[in-house]
Structure formats: C-alpha cells, structure tokens
C-alpha cells in the first residue's frame, strides 16, 4: 500500500491496524485464497463478537477493500474478493454530553474574555480536537481572535505558499464576562 502521503499519526496508526488486525488474523494466507465469504465472515467477526469500536471495524473494512482491489489493479487476483463485501452494522459508542446547565455554569466561571471566546469557538463551531488545539493562547489580541499558526504539522494545499492571517474581529459583548 501506498504510505508517502500518511501523516506519522496516520502512519502509526494504519500501520497498527493493518500489523494487528488483518495480518493477524489472516497471517500467510495467499491472496489467491482468500474469498468474500471469508472477508466478510471476518469482519462480521469484528463487529459483533470480538465487540470492536465503529471505528476499528471501518478501518478494516476500507483497509482490506483497498488492498485487494490494489491486488486486483495489479493483477495478482483475477477478480476482487472485497469488491462486493459490505461494512458490518457495528455498535453505537455513547458520546458523553455535558449538560447544559453544567455547560453554563463552566461558562460562568470562566473570568479571561480570551479564555471564554476560544471556548465559545469550540462549543459552538465544532472543530476536532486537532482543531482546537491548533489555536494558539496567544491567537487572542484583546479585541479579535487572530490564529497564527496552520493547524496542520503538513504542507500547505497546492498552491498556498504563505499561511493566511486573518483577524476575526469579535461583534458581541458576552455575557458572561466579568
């Protein structure tokens, strides 16, 4: 498989998966051996017995369908056995949720307008956690959130030479400052 565009957290972590759950489970096997029955036995396997996340199942569904299709690609297989495989219904994971009078109440205590609009930030835009995090203390100005630091480790997108700064300028007056 291709890996010259996995991030090292990407890398790490497919590498792990594919170590431990594919060529742990199918070893040796030749892939002229292997069929869609098995492949789905397999991850049917995954899902509900051995009880793995929606994210580990996913992972090894896309991993095993991408490698096999490659071996298709490249003629090693006469036809693809994970062409046909579909993704196993997996277990919901509950997602903790703070409730909104503790919410508000973390809002009220928070003293630093800084502090408070980069929680608002991340309250009510959603980013990941990568995201979040990407935003530097320093990003506040006192008066506008102004991020200035990428919030990749990466390479800028095709034709970005340069980071972008822009200045938020904030509308509001929160409520909950002090």
Not at 60 to 78: G, S, V, Y
Not at 145 to 151: D, F, I, M, N
Request: with cysteine; glycine share 6%.
């Amino acid at each position: 498989m291709r890996r010259g565009s996995w991030s090292p957290t990407y890398r790490k972590t497919n590498t792990y998966n594919l170590e431990h759950y594919l060529i742990g489970h199918f070893g040796d096997l030749p892939l002229r051996n292997l069929s869609t029955f098995e492949i789905q036995i397999w991850l049917n396997n995954v899902a509900e017995e051995q009880d793995y996340s929606d994210s580990v199942v996913r992972s090894c569904f896309n991993n095993i369908r991408a490698i096999t299709h490659l071996a298709r690609k490249q003629k090693f297989l006469a036809e693809d056995p994970g062409e046909d495989v579909t993704m196993p219904i997996t277990k919901i994971s509950e997602k903790p949720v703070m409730a909104i009078d503790l919410m508000l109440l973390l809002l009220g205590a928070i003293e630093d307008l800084g502090d408070l609009c980069l929680m608002l930030v991340g309250i009510f835009s959603g980013p990941h956690a990568s995201e979040a995090m990407g935003f530097q203390w320093k990003s506040w100005t006192g008066v506008s959130l102004s991020p200035t630091a990428p919030p990749s480790r990466g390479s800028f997108m095709k034709g970005v030479s340069r980071p972008r700064r822009v200045d938020l300028p904030l509308q509001f007056r929160s409520p909950y400052a002090r």
